[in-house]
């Protein structure tokens, strides 16, 4: 499966924005979905994840309440909408997926196979 990442860009602290993976390839619905995100000097963290069916996503704690991640597999895409955006989200943010249920890797790179070329999100203070 072939991911894009899209709809980074620059916004102020307290912004929304939302985040497109757009698949093509092989049949969407039965990839599970990672979000990460890397800063500058930093290794690729993760953000959230969520199954096939979109239900029972989850966080790492630094954005619960802020992200959502939901998926529309009917247009083969994934969404991460943030809210609440603060200066130290800022990064580089890669949609991810791997073919299947997501395993006990699910919060490190090694668990997905697939990853998008990533998207930019800046917020300034």
């Known amino acids: 499966v072939q991911l894009v990442d899209s709809g980074g860009g620059s916004v102020q602290a307290g912004a929304s924005l939302r985040l497109s993976c757009a698949a093509s390839g092989r049949r969407f619905s039965s990839y599970s979905v990672g979000w990460f995100r890397q800063a500058p000097g930093k290794e690729r963290e993760f953000v959230g994840a969520t199954n096939w069916s979109g239900d029972m996503p989850f966080y790492t704690d630094s954005v619960k309440g802020r992200f959502t991640i939901s998926r529309d597999n009917a247009q083969d895409t994934a969404y991460l909408q943030m809210h609440g955006l603060k200066p130290e989200d800022t990064a580089v943010y890669y949609c991810?997926?791997?073919?299947?249920?997501?395993?006990?890797?699910?919060?490190?790179?090694?668990?997905?196979?697939?990853w998008g070329q990533g998207t930019q999100v800046t917020v300034s203070s």
């Open positions: 991810a997926a791997r073919s299947g249920p997501l395993g006990t890797t699910r919060l490190g790179v090694s668990g997905y196979d697939y």
